[in-house]
């Protein structure tokens, strides 16, 4: 599966954005699919996931409440939705796929496929 991010840009505190991921190659709904950022310095974190049915979700704990992953199966798109965002969530953001059974998370297991990332900026 091919995975391309988009949406990314320059925001202010408290503003919000979204942003997309369109999967094309394999239908997106034999993925467990997730979000990741990282900014310099910084290793690269898991912000959110999602289970293939759309019914499980995690978030890291600094964006809970703040972001909302979600996923369109049929449009084979992926999305964050992000707002009250913080100088913080400055990063550049990742999509993600890997192989899992349907309504699980397998938090544990790594990711298979990337996308390009977006670059998403939070001045102040």
């Known amino acids: 599966v091919q995975l391309q991010a988009s949406g990314g840009g320059l925001v202010q505190v408290g503003g919000s954005l979204r942003l997309s991921c369109a999967a094309s190659?394999?239908?997106?709904?034999?993925?467990?699919m997730g979000w990741f950022r990282q900014s310099p310095g910084k290793e690269r974190e898991i912000v959110a996931a999602?289970?293939?049915?759309?019914?499980?979700?995690y978030y890291v704990d600094s964006v809970k409440g703040r972001f909302t992953i979600s996923r369109d199966n049929a449009g084979n798109t992926l999305y964050l939705r992000m707002d009250d965002l913080k100088p913080d969530d400055t990063a550049i953001y990742y999509c993600a796929a890997k192989q899992a059974r349907w309504s699980t998370l397998q938090l544990d297991t790594p990711y298979d496929y990337w996308g390009q990332g977006t670059l998403v900026t939070v001045s102040s």
């Open positions: 190659g394999r239908t997106a709904r034999k993925y467990v």
């Open positions: 999602i289970s293939r049915d759309g019914g499980l979700t």
